[in-house]
């Protein structure tokens, strides 16, 4: 620790901070543009000059290592006249367009220059005028004259988000930040560049002219796109969700937030959204009807049902970004009307999993502990896409020397730094995971499981083992498509073990916003209930339906919607039309998480609870109070809360830490021996990941939701006798659909990328099997 006093006040700070860290320490405010606590020292701006005694200039208290003995004065009058020298060079060519500014009132350089500037400019020279460039649908650089190089954006593209699509080019005055060769930004992290911006020159596109920022109320929330749970802040004006920028919490989002979790409010705001309750008449017209007939009509539709062909015949189905208290409800309501079929994991193929599970699967640490990891291995997971907030902690932490380990079908590159990589089809993902555990066992001289007899090792795998057996902060994490695919049980088995035998901890990174809450609230099987898989395969008489698009959010969604049409009865509880209009018997206008109040837990265990930041849009309700209410139509038990937050305590009572396991009772193994032919590998675009974020105008406008056609790597591609740009069929069953043919060494051999979460690609069904692809 070294001790200095700054404007006369004594501080310690470790060796190596600087001046402006241990003013911070202290409270002390020093002027600053380019200084950011999570980027790197610039010194680029020169605002945060001070005054150290026996130092012949002021010095830039970002940039000046704090020693011994140091005596700061951050506001003397050599300091301030310094201040006021560099906050005149930055105006000299700063537009006076204030006014029609979106970053006026929030602006940073707007406020230093209040304290700092004067009255009028001794520059009479012509100004300099910087092109505008075109970033793309979400971050607007149409003002760039406005920038004043403090490349904070450069900054956070190279060191966070791992990508340098901006940078600086040309000298002194000629100096401006562009993009490569014209390029757009399509980083996962974009947004953060607008926070980071100082000045009015990077903004937010979606947001541009939209509102002044003293017209928005600012309200807290929680994203439910993913299983980080980020934190919010919702900016509304006249009831109307305006902007989404990050709430800081270092504990989970610390002050960034993904581009899906900050644009896809649009689609709250979409022309798509069900405002009214319908249902369907007896010549397939949907006529509009009050709350009380709406739910008479699903009281009576339900007891139908349930009279005619048992409770069994009834089936609930939700997905991942439902809240706590809207599963614990739908739950109540199965179980109370007699069946036990229950289920919010629409797209997860292996029901054997549910039977190795001896708790909630969650994390197996907290988020913040991510990036202070020596050693990760990531089975079954496109990081950025799936968990963008959790692969940027990754990043940092291989900034930091760790190694990271990927085993997946999908090579696509993290954007950090991967010690070793097994790239294979999904049915070969367990025996990968076999061979590492043989090479580990081999190096050891132990004795490797006798399921694993026959397993050689390959170079990769025995690099693999090297790293994972030197780590001393280890974990091994199961992603989304490991816990998806059909052979999730035996894949969940072999890597729990793989992480016993290096002493690693072993953790599920979850697929949605809420799935350990849908845990925790009983919304899965019961003794004797069907999964959704089951569900849909073999059709029920009737089916309640929480916030999903089959279509898109089921595993096999053409399956899931022909089940539905089949149904005698189906309700969807949906904040979306489109959603539901093409099987549902009744439509009930339910609340997104802006306009109800609930709990998500994220991968942690960790339960955020958020209030509604705007008022129901026309008839909507929040979910939680029509399974409520609807309970007290058919005259159930146990439906008599007044409030989400009774419905919360009841489901959380007793404690989270309590029922969190990530033990696995099944056997470990090989897997169903792989056919021979083509395997399907169905990424989720992260724009395409839930109902909301697929009627995100800015999100879908962007390349990473534009439908990537069938990707092979060189190999596969030459043993089709194809070739790259071809119009292909490819098919799946009953269904095909045409595409063109795309080169992609990033997918594994005897593999067939074909996306999922496209209207365009549902009628191949299942995300993994085998499929056959021709010429068109």
Known sequence: MVELTVDGNKVEVPEGSMVMHAAHKLGVYVPHFCYHKKLSIAANCRMCLVEVEKAPKALPACATPATNGMVVHTCSERAVAAQKSVMEFLLINHPLDCPICDQGGECQLQDLAVGYGGSS????????????????????????????????????????????????????????????????????????MIDLCPVGALTSKPFRYQARTWELARRRSVSPHDSLGANLVVQVKNDRVMRVVPFENEAVNECWLSD??????????????????????????????????????????????????????IGAL???????????????????????????????????????????????????????????????????????????????????????I?????????????????????????RALAEVAVALAQARNTQAPAEFA??????AAIKVAELLAAGTQS????????????????????????????????????????????????????????????????????????????????????????????????VA?????????DWADVMLPVSPFTETSGTFVNAQGLPQSFKGTVAPLGQTRPAWKVLRVLGNVLQLQGFDDESSESVRDAVLAGGIEVRLSNEIAAQVGLGQPAEDGLERVADLPIYRSD????????????????LPGVRVNARTLQSLGLQAGQAVRVSKGQGSVELALVLDNSVADGAVRVSAGFEQTAALGSAYGQLTVERA
């Open 121 to 192: 400019s001794r520059y009479r020279e012509e100004k300099r005028v910087v092109f505008h460039k075109d970033l793309g649908p979400l971050v607007s650089a149409e003002e760039m004259t406005r920038c004043i190089h403090c490349t904070r954006c450069v900054r956070f593209g190279q060191e966070v988000a791992g990508v340098m699509e901006l940078g600086m080019i040309g000298r002194g005055e000629h100096s401006e930040i562009t993009t490569f060769v014209g390029r757009s930004v399509e980083s996962e992290l974009s947004g953060n």
């Open 406 to 430: 990927l085993i997946d079908s999908l090579a696509d590159d993290p954007l950090m730094p991967v010690a070793a990589r097994i790239t294979v089809a999904p049915s070969k993902l367990p």
């Open 260 to 313: 899906r979790d900050r644009f896809s409010y649009e689609g709250l705001n979409s022309e798509d959204r069900l405002s009214v309750p319908m249902v369907k008449s007896c010549d397939g017209q949907w006529r509009e009807v009050s709350w009380s007939e709406a739910l008479q009509a699903v009281a009576q539709g339900l007891t139908r049902v349930r009279d005619s062909f048992g409770a069994g015949q």
């Open 691 to 706: 109902a909301i974020v697929r009627r995100s105008d800015p999100l879908q406008a962007t390349s990473a939701a534009r």
């Open 454 to 459: 026959g397993v050689e090792p390959g170079e």
């Open 573 to 581: 509880l949906t904040s979306y039309r489109s959603a539901a209009a």
């Open 475 to 570: 974990a091994v994490l199961l992603g989304n498509q490991a816990v998806a695919a059909p052979g999730a049980g035996v894949l969940a088995a072999n890597a729990r073990h793989l992480a016993q035998a290096v002493g690693a901890r072993f953790g599920f990174l979850t697929a949605g916003g809420n799935t350990l809450g849908g845990y925790l609230a009983g919304a899965v099987p019961g003794q004797g209930g069907k999964p959704a898989s089951a569900m849909l395969a073999e059709p029920l008489k009737a089916y309640i339906v929480l916030h999903a698009e089959p279509l898109l959010d089921a595993d096999d969604g053409a399956r899931a919607v022909q089940a539905l049409r089949e149904a005698q009865f189906t």
């Open 318 to 404: 939700a997905n991942e970004m439902a809240t706590t208290e809207e599963y614990a409800l739908l739950g109540r309501l199965t179980r109370a009307l007699g069946s036990e079929n229950i289920d919010f994991r629409l797209r997860q193929a292996d029901a054997s999993l549910d039977a190795a599970l001896r708790g909630v699967p969650w994390l197996g640490m907290p988020v913040a502990e991510l990036d202070t990891l020596d050693c990760v291995l990531v089975v079954g997971s496109v990081l950025r896409r799936d968990h963008p907030l959790m692969a940027q902690r990754l990043r940092q932490a291989a900034k930091r020397g760790a190694r990271i």
